[in-house]
Structures are given as structure tokens and as C-alpha cells.
């Protein structure tokens, strides 16, 4: 038990505390470390190892408990009050005031101090570089499961320094397992992603290969792709997800129609994949403030946002995230979000072999239970493959500027196909091989085009806008305006009730003869 006294700036213990000797602890000793100052702010790493930024004023006795947590007697020990001849009792008691000005001293002592990206959080991120640290060899990665940290091969205590860089504690998360996948396991488990109707199926499993590959190593990617899964019902979207879901397990964040604020709160100082499932159309406001927030966050250094305070003090957050969205109404993208979220469509499968809802079914559910294990050795073997996946990076990108994509396709569709490559192959991908990988994709429908003109946006803005249709039975139906446009398009006249609702959304549809003007 305790009690705060702050008239006289003292704690004192409920009970009596018996110490077996005067103790004489040094500052190096103290559980807590201050990290340094900024404009009025304390920052430190709590005793049990969790970061937090105190204004001086708020640096009174219960937040001062609260940094030491179950190591008070450092305190009380450090800072003991005094009798009136000013010698030190030892009870147990300890002065407020004091703690208050030697921790404010000590992060002063530390100096100047931005988080930036010294603070980290789960995830995987690069370390030092590797050989004789001259940079002439490939960084080490560091693996962050809450706890602890991998760091070069062993595993360290989290809420510490290591190698200039602060890893927060955390809860724990999965760990990379200590055998990796081979690349027989990849080529069956890419052999078992055929089983969904994909739009554009060998091309559309290795972006969803990539896409999951990068969940694992969000912090270490210098660019951060995300992809949007669209399909109809019994397309086997919900299992797709439930497979991606498996094999990330416990790295991931997950949430439905979340807030960009919430967003930015949950993820912290990670690095980590998020899926948003349910992303439908029909909160394209809030779904399109979801979406910048995830294109600020591809490409490391810009991931920061930004907020002032009621006090006028700037602080800045970053973002660090893969995103994975999934929906039934494909929400439609202006090509600057396209360049930066790759679009992956299923379709209905043949009769009688539906992915989900069907007795066909039972087969691909038990291959996503089996293959939702294999998360932690997919893990461990982009771990071991990084510089492998170095090298495939460049000479794919080197391919692909070779066609003169544009950067952010080089960017999107380099780093997407070199993690899927890396998982497959043991081997560093050749020239020529690079070259006719890519030559595979159709770049347009992955990425979007280079430019989005004003009146793409709007033709955009507006074929992506959510409607309700009424039913001459009852009932009602939700659908985007792009796709009665295409409904009334393929039957023609007979659905003349789609011309009223699309007249009242501001689009007028006319028919013209084939060669017609």
C-alpha cells in the first residue's frame, strides 16, 4: 500500500518497511532511463520498459510511482527523507521533490530528444549493417515479438537501447520459428492459392504472395505495398482472408470500418500489417481518409503525421503499416492510390466448386487450417532470405524500369514480385527471368496509370459512389453507380429503373450503335 503526500512532497508506505542496510545506490543503478527533453516534454523508458513522455509539470508523485512501478524502493533508497538533523531514515519514505528535479535533470543531462525513428515497436527492422559494418554487406534484421528482441541471432529483453534505437516493451506476439519453409513447402502452398477464380490467376497469386510476405517485414521495407481483395459472395473472399489472417497471426491488427485516428493509435511506434475487412463502399468519406493514411505510409521517411496540442506544441506520429482490404463492393481508386494498392478481383468459381458455402468447399478449408501454422516458418524464411531478396529487388526493378514504368510502379510491383520470388526460388532471380516476369503483367490494371486527370477523378469519384436500389418486391440493394453503369450497359433497356437512379446521381447514360457517335 502507499500514500502520496504532496503538501509535503513525501510518499509513505502503509507499512512499515524494514531495510537490512543503509543502501547507497548509484545513478547508474536506476530502473528508469531518461532519454532526453523537448520543449517542456520528459521522455523515459518506465521500469518495465515501456516508453513515456511526461510534461514537467505533470512529473508529480503518482507518475513518478507510476515510472518505477514495483522498483520504488530505488527511490526510497535514492531519495529518503531526512530527520531534523538532516540525516537519511531509511523507512521506506522517499521525497517527491526530490525524485522530481533529478529525473528532470537527468533527461536534460540526456538532451535534445525526437522520437522520429529511434522509437520502436513490434515489427521487423533493419539493423546495423552486416560484415565489417562498412555498409558493404546487407543490414542485419531485428525482429521485435513484444517481449523480447532479436537481435543478431539473440534473443535480448525488450524496453531497452539497443544499437542506438529504443524497443519499447510490449505484449507478446509470434515468433519467427527456428526451421524455415523450404521452397517445395512455398511451391505447394502457390499451387494451393489456386484454387480461387482470380481475375488474372498466376499474375493475381503472385501479388497476394508478395502482399503477404511483406506483413512480416513492414519495418525493413524502404517501400510498403498494400492490396485490396474484391469479390462477390461465395467467391471465397472470407477464406482468403481467413487464410492471410492464420499466417500472420498474432503481428497483425485487424478491424472493420476503424477511424484513421484509431488506426494511428493501435499501430503505435510498430511496424506491422493491418487487415480492415468489410471495407465496403458505403462509407466513402471515412474509407477514403483510411486510404490516405495507408499511401503516406508506403514509403518510409513519409509515414510521419502530424498534431498540435491545446498547449501550441507540435507532435509528430508515424504510421508504419501494410495494409490488406477486403470487400464485396470494390471501392474504386484514383490512380495516385492505385500506384499504391494493387486491386486483386475474384470471380464466382465453376458451378459446384465454390470456395465458401458448399460441401466442394471442405477440401480448401482444410487447407487453410493446415496452412495458417506455417506463418512462423514462412517468417523465418524471409528472415534468412533477405539478402536474397535484395538482390531480386534490384534486378527486378531494374527490369521493370527497363519498360519505362513509372517510379511508383517500379516501386509497387519491384518490391511485390521480389518477396514473392524470394519466398519461391533459393536462387537469386536472373536478367533475363526478371525481364520476362514482368513482361507478364499488365501494369495499367495493377497500378493505375501515371496521371489522373481532373475529370478521371471525377468520373472516378462518382462511379465509386454507394446507391441504394429499390426492388419492385421489396427489399433493397446496395451497389456502386460504376456497376449499374456496366449492368445497364451488358442487358440495355430492360433495366430502365437503373436510368432513373443514375439520372439522380448526375449521370445520364446514352445508347449508340456500335461504330456510333
Not at 496509370?449 to 454507394?466: I, Y
Request: charge should be neutral.
Amino acid at each position: 500500500g502507499m500514500t502520496i503526500d504532496d503538501e509535503t512532497r513525501s510518499w509513505h508506505p502503509r507499512d512499515k518497511v524494514d531495510w537490512d542496510y543503509p543502501p547507497d545506490p548509484s545513478d547508474a543503478s536506476c530502473p528508469v532511463t531518461c532519454l532526453g527533453h523537448d520543449n517542456g516534454f520528459n521522455f523515459f523508458l518506465s521500469s518495465n520498459g515501456q516508453y513515456r513522455v511526461i510534461e514537467d509539470a505533470a512529473l508529480r508523485g503518482e507518475r513518478i510511482l507510476g515510472l518505477f512501478g514495483t522498483k520504488w524502493h530505488w527511490l526510497a533508497r535514492k531519495f529518503p527523507l531526512c530527520n531534523a538533523k538532516g540525516d537519511p531514515m531509511y523507512t521506506g519514505e522517499w521525497s517527491i521533490r526530490e525524485a522530481q528535479s533529478w529525473l528532470i535533470a537527468g533527461c536534460a543531462k540526456a538532451g535534445l530528444f525526437r522520437p522520429g525513428n529511434k522509437v520502436r515497436g513490434i515489427g521487423t527492422w533493419r539493423g546495423p549493417p552486416g560484415g565489417a559494418g562498412d555498409g558493404s554487406a546487407p543490414a542485419h534484421l531485428v525482429v521485435h515479438c513484444g517481449e523480447q528482441v532479436l537481435f543478431k541471432g539473440e534473443w535480448l529483453d525488450a524496453g531497452r537501447v539497443i544499437d542506438g534505437h529504443i524497443y519499447v516493451a510490449e505484449a507478446p506476439v509470434g515468433r519467427p520459428a527456428a526451421r524455415p519453409a523450404m521452397a517445395a513447402d512455398i511451391e505447394h502452398y502457390f499451387d494451393f492459392l489456386g484454387h480461387w477464380t482470380w481475375r488474372e490467376p498466376k499474375q493475381a497469386r503472385m501479388i497476394f504472395l508478395g502482399a503477404q510476405c511483406a506483413g512480416f517485414l513492414v519495418g525493413a521495407l524502404r517501400w510498403r505495398p498494400h492490396v485490396q481483395i474484391g469479390g462477390k459472395p461465395h467467391s471465397g473472399k472470407s477464406t482468403l482472408d481467413e487464410l492471410t489472417r492464420g499466417l500472420w497471426g498474432s503481428i497483425a491488427h485487424e478491424a472493420s470500418k476503424p477511424t484513421e485516428a484509431f488506426l494511428r493509435q493501435d499501430i503505435g511506434w510498430g511496424a506491422r500489417p493491418v487487415i480492415v475487412d468489410e471495407f465496403e463502399a458505403d462509407w466513402p468519406e471515412q474509407a477514403m481518409k483510411i486510404i490516405d493514411l495507408f499511401t503516406i505510409a508506403s514509403k518510409e521517411g513519409q509515414s510521419d503525421t502530424g498534431r498540435g496540442s491545446a498547449g501550441g506544441k507540435a507532435q509528430r506520429f508515424p504510421f508504419r503499416a501494410t495494409g490488406y482490404f477486403s470487400s464485396n463492393l470494390v471501392l474504386r481508386l484514383r490512380d495516385k492510390h492505385r500506384q499504391r494498392i494493387c486491386l486483386l478481383e475474384l470471380d464466382l468459381p465453376p458451378t459446384g466448386e465454390a470456395v465458401d458455402g458448399t460441401p466442394a468447399s471442405q477440401a480448401v478449408q482444410q487447407g487453410v487450417a493446415y496452412w495458417s501454422e506455417w506463418g512462423p516458418r514462412f517468417f523465418r524464411r524471409l528472415l534468412d532470405g533477405w539478402p536474397r531478396f535484395l538482390a531480386n529487388h534490384a534486378t527486378i526493378e531494374g527490369a521493370l524500369a527497363a519498360r519505362n514504368a513509372s517510379a511508383r510502379t517500379v516501386d509497387q510491383l519491384g518490391t511485390l514480385l521480389a518477396l514473392a520470388w524470394t519466398m519461391r526460388w533459393d536462387a537469386p532471380i536472373a536478367a533475363t527471368a526478371a525481364d520476362d516476369l514482368v513482361a507478364e503483367y499488365n501494369i495499367p490494371n495493377l497500378v493505375g496509370e501515371a496521371e489522373d486527370s481532373e475529370e478521371r477523378q471525377m468520373l472516378r469519384h462518382l462511379l465509386g459512389w454507394p446507391v441504394t436500389i429499390p426492388h419492385e418486391g421489396g427489399g433493397n440493394e446496395r451497389a456502386l453507380l460504376g456497376h449499374l453503369v456496366r449492368r445497364t450497359g451488358e442487358i440495355g433497356h430492360r433495366l430502365r429503373g437503373y436510368d432513373l437512379v443514375l439520372r439522380d446521381h448526375g449521370l445520364a447514360l446514352e445508347y449508340v450503335k456500335p461504330g456510333g457517335k
